[in-house]
C-alpha cells in the first residue's frame, strides 16, 4: 500500500489515564494516523489498541524509535521516562509530543530543549489547559489592553483523590514522579497558564509544602489513577511518603505584580479545581476549570460580568479556539485536540509558527519547580533561573 505523504504517522508511549486521553484527541486530529502503542506489557499495548484498531503494539518503546515509518510520538508515561523517550525520538529525528512535568530535573529539561533546537523537529510539552477558549479570551482581553496593568494574579488548583491514607498512585513514589508531587503534577498548569494570560514570567517566589500522610498504604496490585472510591480493596502495605500532599506559594510577577496560590490534593469535594483570578487596573478576570464555559469580569465603576463561552462574542485571536457555537460545551478533551492541531499543523508545515508550548516552556516549569523546592526547602524566598 503507497503512504499518504501528506498524512503523519505517529505513535503512543504509555497506555494509562493520559494514553488514552491522548488517544482520543488523536482520533479527531486531521491528516494523523496513530500507527502504534507501546506499553509496560504487549498485552496492555495490544487491547488499548484493538478498541482504536492500531494493530503494531510493543511492550518496548525503543522498538518504535528504528521505525522510519513514524514520524512523532506522544509520551504519556510516568515522568521518570519523559527524558530518556523524548531524547531518543529527537535523536531518531522524530517529532516530540511530551506530557508534563518535561522532565525529572532542570538539567535534563535543559538538555531536550536544546536538542530540540539542534534538530529543528518539533517538540510540544502537554500543558493543554491553556486552551479552553474562555482562558484565551482572558488572555485576549489582556493583549487588547481591557484588563490595565496586571497587580494581582491569585488562585488554586484544589483536587481530593489522594485525601485518604489508603490512596496511591504512581505519582507518589519519588522514584517515578520525581521530587514533587502536587506542584509538578498540577501547580506547573497553574503557574504556565498565569504566564501565558498575562505574559509576566515569575522572578521569585516563597513556597511551603506539606505531607499530611508520612505513611500511605501501598497496594499491592492495582492503584489505577483517579480511582478513588471505586478501587477494590486489596491487600497493602506501609510506605513512607517524601512527597508534597499540599503547596502555598507567594510570588512576584514581573516588575510590579504580585501573586499567591495554593495547589492541594487533599481538598475534600474538589475534583479538578484550578481557578485563576487576574486583576489589572482597569478590570478583572475570574476562570474556573470545573465551569469551563463562563468567565467572571469584574470592574470598580459598573456591574460585574459573566461571559458565557461564545465564539462570536468573542475577541478574534481567542476566537480560533472554540469550535462549536455558543450554547455547546466544550471542555477537557478539546482542549488536547486543540493543541495536537496545531502540533501537527507545524510538523506538515515546516514554516507554521509554534503555537503551543515547546520545550522551552518545559524547561520554564522546571526552573519555577526548582525555586518552589529551594524555598520550601530552606524556609526562604528564592529566585527563579531565567
Known sequence: MTRNPRRIRTAVIGTGFMGRVHLEALRRTPNVDVVAIAGTSLDKAKALGAG????????????????PGIDAVHITTPNDSHFPIAKAAFEAAKHVLCEKPLALSVAEAR????????????????????????????????????????????GTYSQDWMLYESDWNWRVDPALSGPSRVMADIGSHFFDMAEHVT????????????????TRKRPKTGGETFSGKLAAASESTDAKIETEDFGATLFRLGTR????????????????????????????????????????IGHRDAPSQILLKDPA????????????????AEGYHDTFKQLFRRFYASIADPDAPADYPQMADGLRQMNILAAELESSRHHAWADVAE
Not at 505574559?199 to 508520612?214: E, Y
Open 52 to 67: 482504536y484498531d492500531i494493530h503494531n503494539a510493543s511492550s518496548d518503546w525503543r522498538e518504535l524509535m528504528t521505525d
Open 199 to 214: 505574559g509576566l514570567k515569575v522572578r521569585s517566589l516563597c513556597s511551603d509544602w506539606q505531607i499530611f500522610h508520612p
Open 111 to 154: 538538555i531536550l530543549t536544546q536538542l530540540q533546537a539542534a534538530t529543528n523537529l518539533r517538540g510540544a510539552l502537554c500543558h493543554n489547559l491553556r486552551y479552553y477558549p474562555m482562558v484565551q479570551q482572558m488572555r485576549a482581553m489582556r493583549e487588547a489592553g481591557e484588563l490595565g496593568d496586571i497587580l494581582v494574579v491569585q
Open 313 to 328: 462574542l468573542m475577541h478574534e485571536t481567542a476566537r480560533g479556539w472554540a469550535d462549536l457555537p455558543g450554547g455547546h
Open 257 to 296: 505584580a504580585r501573586g499567591a496560590m495554593t495547589a492541594s490534593q487533599v481538598s475534600v469535594g474538589r475534583k479538578n479545581g484550578l481557578v485563576m483570578e487576574i486583576y489589572g487596573t482597569k478590570a478583572a478576570v475570574t476562570w474556573r476549570q470545573e465551569n469551563p464555559e463562563e468567565l467572571w
